[in-house]
């Protein structure tokens, strides 16, 4: 294997392994093979300490398991907003159709309102929708191009 020169943090292969050369440093395969020796042990360690960290949050992590009645909050794409308790906000389960992977599609009811964003180089159209199970306050305002493509009867 032939040597390689360190110069300006490039590697360079030598013909010949010089020992000293200014500021630069000839480095020979024993110093290469050291040094990938040390970066194995390195990222083994690392894999080590992150499977044992990992160890210790499964011990802390418990299994959740619902019964039909109980009641729980699901996170959306469209929950952008902090959330504050409010027991209107309580969703009948005949209203919505959870699907295997305990998702579910929200479908909107209407656009009430227009605006344009503009920005450095481009405008983007912009649509307040309201969402089916939601109040008026907590429309949320999306592209008006990605709202016209997938629901095409709302406009």
């Not at 040597?3 to 290469?32: A, D």
């Not at 699901?74 to 309580?90: F, V």
Request: hydrophobic residues 30%; aromatic residues 10%; glycine residues 4%.
């Amino acid at each position: 294997m032939a040597p390689y020169e360190v110069l300006y943090g490039r590697r360079y292969r030598t013909t010949s392994c010089w020992t000293e050369l200014g500021e630069r440093r000839v480095l020979g395969p024993k110093l290469i093979s050291d040094t990938e020796d040390k970066v194995r042990l390195i990222w083994g360690q690392l894999k080590e300490a992150s499977n044992r960290q990992k160890s210790y949050t499964d011990l802390k992590r418990k299994g959740i398991e619902y019964s039909v009645g109980d009641l729980v909050f699901l996170k959306t794409r469209h929950g952008r907003r902090r959330y504050h308790s409010n027991p209107t906000h309580i969703i009948s389960t005949e209203e919505i159709e959870v699907s295997p992977d305990l998702t579910f599609e929200e479908e909107p009811i209407q656009i009430l309102d227009c605006d344009v964003k503009v920005l450095r180089r481009k405008s983007i159209l912009l649509v307040k929708v309201l969402w089916h199970n939601h109040r008026s306050e907590e429309a949320i305002w999306e592209p008006k191009e990605t709202m016209q493509y997938q629901y095409p009867h709302l406009f």
